[in-house]
């Protein structure tokens, strides 16, 4: 199977309609004249898992009636794509069949969160999970529709996970044999997979999710087990951007990335990708292609070991928005060890997520980023572990500093090339944007920077006036 499966996945937006899933099923059989084993990844209708979770929560509410109204509002959704995309009569029923039985699915996990008042994570990854187990059945649909075999496969069948619910993480040797397994068959069969993406289940089958957005991640996983020769994600870009364009006008898609610049972009804000989905194919070396589900025809952003380093050491700027700059500051913490390990000890208690770190090298003050939600819950924790400093003054201060945004430039040739921190300094300055804090990896891959949230886009856009 080595190198002749291609993994392709799709997007909510990609599979948001009737003319997205026809549009999406084109694709398909397209590649399928080049490839000659192709696996497709797809989330749930664009706002399904959303829907989904709102009915779930409003259930645990004791809103039962909000959740019935939704499950309608869903079987609609799904009637319409199905009567646009599949002809047969026989056809029609049996995937209304197969919606219908996941939409009585979430009206009994509702019944059970009404009694319980409460919606835990396992719970709610079982709803969350119902979304994608509609959308590939109409996928899978559409493909036999217009002549291309085709099967429905629910990824819980295939991929394995640890128990950590509403972020599992997958075993991959296990995930190994049952994707060989399961979907080596249908390859072998000339048959095209469906696999609902972002879902998993532990081994003894309770389902799990591995994130909100990770069917990127699915596909990637699901191209490490069976040996891809190339991953493709399709969106509704035209592929990674330099900025978001929303921000920038003149963004431009970028024609290549390394996977380590694909990974600093993802994980500092770029939306077209999942953070985690480049992790499982890295070693590997397999190609990931990002492309544009409504404009098949550009050829996207193309993910390799190493990118095309012409056009410039910067490649993208992005940002993280709705966080906050913890400090803890004193005179006291100077040459005392493991202040760092403890409070990062106490942040990791709160389950929240650290994006960014910088320490000034007199160790009298160290500052992280935290999400805006968690601040509250991070900065309890840390007085809580440094009560006795804090009482004697060794710390003067543990205190937050919001809203800020994490500014993040990306580029793997910063590294070989001179002057490229102090042009980028020096355009912040000239806009007579402050800089709050700063962070450089020793791969010299990114530079980070905090501004305060009213500087953030003046500085995404003068620091992409630099971009070649």
Not at 114 to 125: K, N, S
Request: net charge negative.
């Amino acid at each position: 199977m080595s190198g002749k499966t291609l993994i392709i996945k799709f997007g909510g937006t990609s599979v948001g309609s009737a003319a997205a899933i026809a549009q999406a099923a084109e694709i398909v059989r397209d590649a399928r004249k080049t490839w000659p084993q192709v696996v497709v990844v797809v989330s749930a209708m664009s706002g399904v898992t959303n829907a989904l979770l709102e009915g779930a929560q409003a259930a645990a509410r004791g809103e039962r009636e909000q959740a019935g109204r939704i499950a309608n509002q869903l079987k609609l959704q799904h009637l319409e794509a199905v009567n646009g995309l599949i002809e047969s009569e026989i056809e029609r029923i049996a995937i209304l069949d197969r919606v219908g039985q996941r939409l009585q699915e979430f009206d009994s996990l509702c019944d059970a969160l009404a009694v319980l008042g409460e919606a835990t994570p396992r719970a709610l990854d079982a709803v969350a999970s119902l979304g994608e187990r509609m959308s590939n059945h109409l996928v899978a649909g559409r493909l036999r529709q217009i002549g291309v075999s085709a099967e429905a496969v629910n990824a819980a069948d295939v991929i394995r996970t640890d128990s950590v619910f509403q972020s599992a993480a997958p075993l991959m040797e296990i995930t190994r044999q049952q994707a060989q397994g399961r979907l080596g068959g249908l390859l072998a069969e000339g048959a095209v997979p469906v696999v609902t993406g972002f879902i998993g289940a532990t081994e003894s089958g309770v389902i799990t999710t591995l994130g909100r957005g990770a069917s990127d991640y699915t596909a990637a996983i699901l191209g490490d087990v069976l040996d891809g020769g190339e991953v493709w994600i399709y969106t509704d870009v035209d592929g990674v951007m330099t900025a978001d364009p929303r921000v920038v006008p003149e963004a431009r898609s970028l024609a290549t990335l390394s996977y380590r610049e694909m990974s600093e972009l993802a994980y500092f804000g770029a939306k077209v990708l999942h953070p985690k989905s480049v992790t499982p194919i890295v070693e590997r070396g397999i190609p990931l292609r990002i492309k544009n589900t409504f404009n098949p025809a550009h050829p996207g952003t193309l993910v390799l070991i190493e990118s095309n380093g012409a056009h410039g050491a910067l490649k993208g700027v992005t940002a993280i928005k709705q966080q906050s700059l913890i400090t803890i500051e004193g005179r006291g913490m100077l040459g005392v060890p493991g202040i760092a390990a403890r409070a990062f000890g106490a942040v990791a208690r709160t389950r929240t997520s650290v994006p960014m770190i910088s320490q000034a090298s007199s160790e009298q003050s160290i500052c992280f980023l935290v999400p805006d939600s968690s601040s509250e819950q991070a900065l309890a924790q840390l007085r809580s572990e440094f009560e006795r400093e804090l009482a004697r003054r060794d710390i003067e201060a543990i205190w937050a500093m919001s809203p800020v945004v994490i500014v993040t430039v990306v580029g793997a040739a910063m590294r070989s090339t001179p002057g490229v921190a102090g042009r980028v300094f020096s355009a912040l300055g000239t806009a007579g944007i402050n800089i709050i804090a700063i962070a450089q990896g020793s791969s010299e891959c990114s530079i980070s920077l905090v501004v305060d949230a009213k500087d953030a886009d003046d500085a995404v856009r003068n620091i992409h006036a630099l971009i070649e």
